[in-house]
């Protein structure tokens, strides 16, 4: 089919959820997508930082391969071979003792809301409350959704759920003043990634999980777009010596084969016995085996030192642009979660790369951000800054 039929039956037949590019894309290998005309295209979105080792990777491929032809579904009912394998994975490159397996960061983010209020109701007495931080994003179920601290993602579904409260981000004074007798928890990412990459200042988790020993709280983490890599370290909390008593994962696990976790240690984990929380899907053989692959290869291959040193080359070379462009206002980042904000939407840059071949991301309406695979190279990074200053140059002299 031709890429304007494939549309319009997309179209027709899907509800619309989504905006999206008058894209279909249909192949990628590594850093690269193609799409249905056979254009080619510089992916610095990666699946919205999903596809940590960038796409068909051989490793994981073969392990998805493998698997679907041994086992692919049979319920929690059973033992689960590659879940216990990872499950023993994270445990032994965490500082955590229990996981619980599901499908999406939304729903690790769902587990780890339920879980902080049955332990909550077990240890706390009638404290219930969670802090999340405004600007935030949690997901979007009904809970999650309410714990994210963006009102435009709320319009429609009231009555939202009670028990959240929000304070402004980066932010430990305000933090500490609206712990209540009713609060159970905070709920909080290490780095603010669909706000536009807004990274607090050292020492702000620090502060949070200070807060929660004094006040005898639960310290959740949101590593759902920061854990596995992405910011040159398996978790990002690793960076302050930051022990959450939960941390939240999905996105880059399963190198893009849906699946998410909730990591806890064995005191706040224990409040789940069985029947107090479940997924059918959770945990499914390929999703495991999937999760296997691409954590054991970002662990042993060198991926972290690449993040690393790519990520601080890239940060530098955004940091040039700004100095030859009065339209961005700010650069920022760690590890490969980067971001330009530009002091005007940035749609219309997004459109420009996309039609030089470079996918990136605009998020909270004018910063440009990039989530590439960890795998990308310095070459692909003089790649991306070449066409991301043709387009900024360009869109100048058009209008400026």
Request: charged share 20%; proline share 4%.
């Amino acid at each position: 089919m031709t890429t304007e039929e494939l549309i319009a039956l997309s179209e027709r037949y899907i509800m619309p959820t989504y905006k999206r590019f008058p894209l279909v894309l249909t192949r990628g290998l590594g850093v690269h997508l193609w799409d249905n005309d056979g254009k080619c295209y510089l992916d610095l979105v990666g699946g919205i930082a999903v596809c940590a080792l960038g796409h068909s990777h051989p490793r994981v491929v073969e392990a998805i391969k493998r698997q679907a032809e041994t086992l692919t579904h049979v319920s929690n009912l059973y033992h689960i071979e590659p879940q216990i394998l990872l499950a023993r994975l994270l445990v032994e490159h965490s500082p955590y003792d229990k996981v619980f397996f599901c499908n999406s960061g939304a729903e690790a983010n769902e587990a780890a809301i339920k879980l902080a209020r049955r332990y909550a109701s077990e240890k706390m007495g009638a404290r219930y409350e969670l802090i999340t931080m405004r600007h935030s994003f949690h997901g979007r179920t009904l809970a999650t959704v309410t714990a994210t601290g963006q009102d435009q993602f709320q319009v429609g579904y009231a009555p939202l759920p009670a028990g959240f409260r929000y304070v402004p981000y980066n932010d430990l004074d305000a933090l500490e003043a609206a712990v209540t007798e009713n609060t159970c928890g905070i709920l909080v990412e290490p780095i603010q990634g669909e706000s536009g990459v807004i990274i607090p200042d050292q020492g702000y988790l620090r502060g949070i999980r200070n807060i929660c020993d004094r006040r005898d709280l639960l310290m959740i983490a949101d590593e759902v777009q920061t854990g596995i890599g992405r910011t040159g370290t398996l978790f990002a909390c690793e960076q302050e010596d930051v022990v959450p008593d939960m941390v939240t994962l999905a996105k880059a696990l399963g190198n893009g084969f849906p699946i998410g976790a909730l990591l806890a240690t064995e005191r706040v984990a224990a409040a789940f016995v069985p029947g107090s929380h479940g997924s059918t899907f959770g945990g499914n053989p390929l999703a495991t085996a999937a999760g296997i692959a691409a954590l054991e290869t970002i662990i042993a291959e060198g991926v972290l030192d690449n993040c690393r040193s790519v990520g601080a080359y890239f940060l530098e070379r955004l940091a040039g642009l700004k100095a030859n462009n009065s339209r961005i206002r700010a650069v920022r980042g760690r590890g490969l979660i980067l971001a330009i904000e530009l002091t005007v939407p940035g749609a219309e840059f997004v459109l420009a790369c996309m039609g030089r071949g470079l996918l990136i991301n605009c998020t909270n309406s004018n910063v440009l951000r990039f989530v590439p695979p960890l795998i990308l190279t310095r070459e692909d990074v003089d790649k991306a800054v070449g066409i991301l200053g043709e387009v900024l140059e360009e869109r100048c002299t058009k209008t400026c």
